[in-house]
């Protein structure tokens, strides 16, 4: 690979909430031309900026959590996490089919990680491009007991977390850094 120099741009880096304000913009882009249910008003704040796998209306925690990391002047990852009966809801309406029928796991799994890579990718063209060369990984599953995403072998350094509600559920898109882009900035 080719190291490109950076953009006179790339030298301020973007803080949290900077990448959360542009995540919200990308989530609500993305779900809101591919999922016939979704309405980005029913975005809610959490309350404080620790990230915990627990989701409002859902304590046992989450099912399904999909990660895409990014690297280049910042690294880190965008995640979506949803419990089933979320995960559910977002793969019906974008694969348009009933409410009786049969969803395979891996349906689930493959529409969610269509999800995460579409925000990620929007979210890489309004707020990362810019900074400089940056790259994206394939959609991988994040182990449902991890607060955290894995960041390869990075150190986790922050997160913040936006939660939507769907017709009787909820689920999450997160933006994660790690230790070293914190520390730059």
């Known amino acids: 690979m080719v190291d490109t120099p950076l953009s006179p741009e790339a030298t301020r880096q973007l803080a949290p909430e900077e990448l959360i304000d542009v995540l919200k913009d990308c989530v609500r882009e993305v779900f809101v031309s591919m999922l016939f249910s979704f309405d980005a008003g029913d975005a809610c704040e959490p309350e404080g900026d620790a990230i915990a796998p627990a989701l409002p209306s859902e304590p046992a925690g989450f099912d399904c959590g999909i990660e895409v ?23 019906r309406s974008m694969l ?8 395979e796991d891996e349906d689930v799994v ?24 940056f790259q994206l990984a394939v959609p991988a599953s994040l182990n ?29 898109m997160e933006i994660w850094t790690d230790a070293a882009s914190a520390e730059e900035a």
């Open 96 to 103: 348009m089919m009933e409410p009786d029928e049969v969803l």
């Open 110 to 133: 493959d529409a969610l990680g269509e999800c995460v890579n579409l925000v990620a990718g929007t979210l890489k063209t309004r707020a990362l491009d810019p900074l400089g060369t």
């Open 69 to 91: 990391e990014f690297s280049g002047a910042v690294s880190g990852a965008v995640v979506l996490r949803a419990g089933r009966q979320a995960a559910e809801e977002i793969t």
């Open 144 to 172: 449902p007991a991890s607060v955290n995403p894995a960041l390869g072998d990075r150190e986790v350094a922050s997160g913040r977390r936006q939660v939507y509600r769907l017709s009787q559920c909820s689920f999450s």
